[in-house]
């Protein structure tokens, strides 16, 4: 088992729709939680973070945390063709606070 | 945000060889990471490079395959060395955040595309 897991894709969403990412994590010990956005062909760029149980609002992005169930997920609303990219969860380890990165889910966004 | 300068951006290798790699970072920053992503994989830490220190690596990378420099707080380089198309990847540099709040965000280099043959 992958300590964190994505679905890799590809996801394909209706423009003007919900696109909802998952990923889960098997250090219950966790503390922080990173989504980061790659348009590919570019680096990786941070969109979202979360530390707390409960949904976190930024513009059109919401994180979710649930850590009982250990999983995370991204929603991304009013989804537009711009928003088309890999997205990689990543998750801190309290341990040695080392990020671990998910494979990636790609996002279609179909206009 | 930190602004990372990395060249180069790309390059096609010999087997055999060996690439530096090297980030310039705008801020002075206390650690630099550097990155494997191979094509559909997670990113993968290679390791970390302190100033003043040498850089420790992660599980599965040597000091003799991934060499790396570190001679002030905003410069950084990596070496490919003696390389073979199992090397083919993109490498990445990354800093985290200086301000208040953002120190556990990372700010990543462009990239360096390499392709050995």
Redesign the interface.
Known sequence: QKEVEQNSGPLSVPEGAIASLNCTYSDRGSQSFFWYRQYSGKSPELIMFIYSNGDKEDGRFTAQLNKASQYVSLLIRDSQPSDSATYLCAVKRLSNYQLIWGAGTKLIIKP | SAVISQKPSRDICQRGTSLTIQCQVDSQVTMMFWYRQQP??????IATANQGSEATYESGFVIDKFPISRPNLTFSTLTVSNMSPEDSSIY?CSVEGIQIGAS????????TQLSVL
Do not use: A, I, P, V
């Open positions: 559909g994989q997670s990113l993968t830490l990445l556990e965000k990372l700010f990543f280099g462009s990239g």
